[in-house]
């Protein structure tokens, strides 16, 4: 039987700066729900990459004296490395200079222009040079960006337009008939209120001020505007042809099922993209999920603040597993998240370290020690054991209903409720009182059995989010029941096998000294 496809896609990552933990987080979220369809057998295609052009790269790389074409390499190097260590399972790492992709927008383009959705005008306005956008003098807020609070400058030059009011109403009705197609509910409600029943103004697609980015094929004194250029990569990429001779690939995955991306680029995914594609007389993504921000401390993480984290820092300092656990557990569905390294050092050592870890480590250790490492099971059931037995079973239902709505955060609940059950499962039955009478051994037996098995199910489910932590309690189970499948019962593991030896998850962090270690580490 053939597999159900699934399309996700981040937003490509502009190469103008190393990501920050926040930009991160898109990423490691985007991997965990493609890892969890890949659990459940479904044909993953998961794109991610680098946004390359634009006046702030050709900027960034005079200051530093050096090409755009050098500039970009390097940093979307760095960005590939970062998304490499926090163990994305991307299949197709994109980058926007890559010249197939330049010569299909440009192929866009003239489709667009020659069907008479683009056209030639003069733009007046204000410019945000960060934001790479245009504003009207309605729109600033304090005579400033309303996006970055930045200074904007006015700038007026000719430039070509896209028709964005012809295919308003179109929008409208798409979006009213396909009420999850922008997700969560608060951020459709955002794009209704604030752009559509305002009326949308025709977008500015190139501009002549720069050099840095794709010429229009018909005027080269014009460059491609980065929307144009950095949105089409979710079809470039796949093999859309503009003539209909479309790749496998394209036939294949598009639609996307999710375009995962920040809240803060929604206007450009939810209103652009979807007319683009409209106009292109192509099928939309299925779902376009803007998800919050995760906040320091003190708020928005921001370069001039200073209050920046980056995730090889907290690799290095925490591991990546623990990393991976905080960004996908604290960070709500429709809530910005916050982090601060205390966060963080709390979280490892309530979830990671005392619910998980210990829970493994006197599971092993006790089969080692009274059991010589032999899995046992004696069936000597008692009525307490199937409360464990059921929560393990259901679990992965109440996993796949948070999933189903992206709660990623309540998919890790479920999983560790199943864990603090089995901690509580050994309070219960106090394995180490039953080792002391000869004629208990057989329900020692059981009760560790049971606690083998309902740890299996839980890494199964949870091999999606810690992949690293999963690989190390198969090891020690010394199981390869790890498919969706093996968890439809109780039981899979083998009396009589023996298991791996015990070794700590993770270890119990001192936060003062961990406090310390890193404030080092930060003024090296």
């Known amino acids: 039987m053939e597999k159900e496809k699934f399309y996700i896609s981040t937003a490509i990552a502009y190469t103008s700066a190393k990501p920050h933990i926040g930009n991160t987080y898109e990423v490691v979220l985007a991997d965990a729900i493609a890892r969890y369809k890949r659990l459940l057998g479904y044909d993953v295609y998961f794109q991610t990459g680098t946004d390359e052009h634009g006046l702030k790269i050709e900027q960034k790389a005079k200051d530093e004296n050096i090409t755009p074409q050098k500039f970009v390499d390097n940093v979307s190097e760095e960005i590939k490395q970062i998304w490499d260590l926090m163990g994305t399972s991307y299949d197709k790492f994109v980058r926007t200079t890559d010249k197939e992709h330049e010569k299909k927008v440009q192929q866009i383009f003239q489709k667009l222009y020659e069907q008479g959705d683009i056209y030639l005008g003069k733009y007046e306005g204000w410019y945000c040079i960060p934001c790479e956008s245009f504003f009207t003098d309605s729109q600033l ?164 603040k200073g209050n920046v984290m980056y995730a090889d820092d907290l690799v290095n300092l925490f591991g990546l597993d623990a990393t991976r656990y905080y960004l996908l557990h604290e960070i709500p569905f429709a809530s910005d998240g916050v982090i601060t390294y205390d966060l963080i050092i709390e979280r490892i050592n309530s979830d990671l370290a005392n619910i998980l870890g210990n829970l493994v480590n006197r599971t092993i250790s006790m089969i080692n020690k009274y059991f010589d490492g032999i899995i046992p099971n004696h069936n000597v059931e008692e009525a307490i054991d199937k409360d464990l037995i059921n929560q393990a079973l259901k679990t992965a239902k109440l996993v796949d209903t948070q999933m189903k709505d992206l709660k990623v955060a309540a998919a890790l609940d479920e999983i560790f409720e199943l864990f603090r059950r089995c901690n509580k499962y050994i309070d219960e039955t106090t394995p180490w009182v039953l080792a002391k009478q000869e004629q208990d051994k057989d329900r020692l037996g059981t009760v560790l059995y049971n606690l083998l098995e309902a740890i299996r199910i839980g890494a199964v489910l949870l091999s999606a989010f810690l992949p690293t932590t999963v690989q190390k309690i198969f090891t020690q189970l010394n199981t390869d029941e790890t498919s969706y499948e093996s968890i439809n019962e109780f039981g899979k593991l083998i009396s009589g096998d023996k298991i791996g030896t015990a070794e700590v998850l993770f270890a119990r962090i001192k936060k003062e000294d961990k406090l310390k270690e890193i404030e080092e580490h930060l003024h090296k």
């Not at 409600?189 to 720069?210: A, P």
Request: glycine share 6%; hydrophobic share 40%; proline share 5%.
């Open 141 to 304: 807020v304090n005579g400033k960006c309303p996006d970055c609070g930045r200074e904007v400058k006015k700038e007026s030059e000719e430039a070509y337009f896209f028709k964005l009011s012809k295919y308003q109403e179109r929008l409208i009705e798409y979006i009213k008939t396909h009420p999850s197609f922008i997700e969560p509910e608060a951020r459709k409600n955002e794009m209704m209120k604030n752009f559509l029943e305002v009326g949308l103004q025709d977008l500015c697609v190139s501009r002549t001020t720069f050099d840095w980015g794709i010429k229009v094929p018909f005027n080269e004194k014009h460059i491609i505007y980065v929307w144009l250029d950095a949105l089409s990569n979710y079809i470039t990429f796949l093999g859309y042809d503009v003539d209909g001779n479309h790749s496998n690939e394209f036939k294949k995955y598009w639609p996307a099922d999710i375009h995962l991306i920040g809240k803060d680029i929604l206007r450009f995914h939810t209103l652009y993209w979807p007319i683009m594609l409209m106009a292109l007389n192509i099928e939309l993504p299925k779902q376009i999920f803007g998800h919050p921000w995760l906040l320091m401390g003190d708020g928005k993480m921001s370069k001039s």
